[in-house]
């Protein structure tokens, strides 16, 4: 597609319960970040693929949080028995070459709501 | 380890006038990249400008202009004759050229309102 897809752009979700999270990335884009955004804050980094290599796992909160990449194309977070504090939109974003040198292309992003 | 700090939390200007973003960095590396992402109402990122430490010239891009200066570790964004539509969140953020530790840290953002 055109741009970073993600889904589904909003969920509701009861405490305890799993999540997953989508991700497809502008095809041809090797590397991909995972970032949350909590309400009125910064984006606090996830974790990051880059082709076949083993991916940054360095910002994920707790072992509750997990991701995996298949074929270097789309993208899955797993969040496990969620908590209130995992309400936060979960952003995407995509980019072509190393280091951003075109930029990375953010989505639109998932509003993850953990009542 | 690397950090971006946006001192301006919120910022309201009057429609026309000139408004300066500030952005101050923390890296160890000599080879690094700067980053400016505004966010409208509407949530999505969009992508400003990348700057590599070692191009300290200043760029132009229409209303926008950026200012780096290694030697205050500053990437100042200003906009020119602002509008309305220049309303967003405003995000300046590093990436250090480190393979195997490639994330982007983005400093708290700074809310820009242009008040018609």
């Known amino acids: 597609g055109a741009g970073v897809s993600q889904s589904p752009s909003n969920k509701v979700t009861e405490k305890g319960k799993d999540v997953e999270l989508r991700c497809d990335p502008i095809s041809g884009h090797t590397a991909l970040y995972w970032y949350r955004q909590s309400l009125g804050q910064g984006l606090e980094f996830l974790i990051y693929f880059q082709g076949n290599s083993a991916p940054d796992k360095s910002g994920l909160p707790s072992d509750r949080f997990s991701a995996e990449r298949t074929g270097g194309s789309v993208s899955t977070l797993t969040i496990q028995r969620t908590q209130q504090e995992d309400s936060a939109v979960y952003l995407c974003a995509s980019s072509r070459l190393r280091f951003g040198s075109e930029g990375y292309t953010f989505g639109s992003g998932t509003r993850l709501t953990v009542v | 380890a690397q950090k971006v700090t946006q001192a301006q939390t919120e910022i309201s200007v009057v429609e026309k006038e000139d408004v300066t973003l500030d952005c101050v960095y923390e890296?160890?590396?000599?080879?690094?990249?700067l980053f400016w992402y505004k966010q409208p109402p509407s949530g999505e990122l969009v992508f400003l400008i990348r700057?590599?430490?070692?191009?300290?010239q200043n760029e132009i891009s229409g209303r926008y202009s950026w200012n780096f200066q290694k030697s205050t570790s500053s990437f100042n964004f200003t906009i020119t004759a602002s509008q309305v539509v220049d309303s967003a969140v405003y995000f300046c953020?590093?990436?250090?050229?480190?393979?195997?530790?490639?994330?982007?840290?983005f400093g708290t953002g700074t809310r820009l309102t242009i008040i018609p």
């Open positions: 953020a590093l990436s250090e050229a480190d393979f195997g530790n490639e994330k982007l840290t």
């Open positions: 700057r590599n430490s070692f191009d300290e």
């Open positions: 890296t160890r590396d000599t080879t690094y990249y």
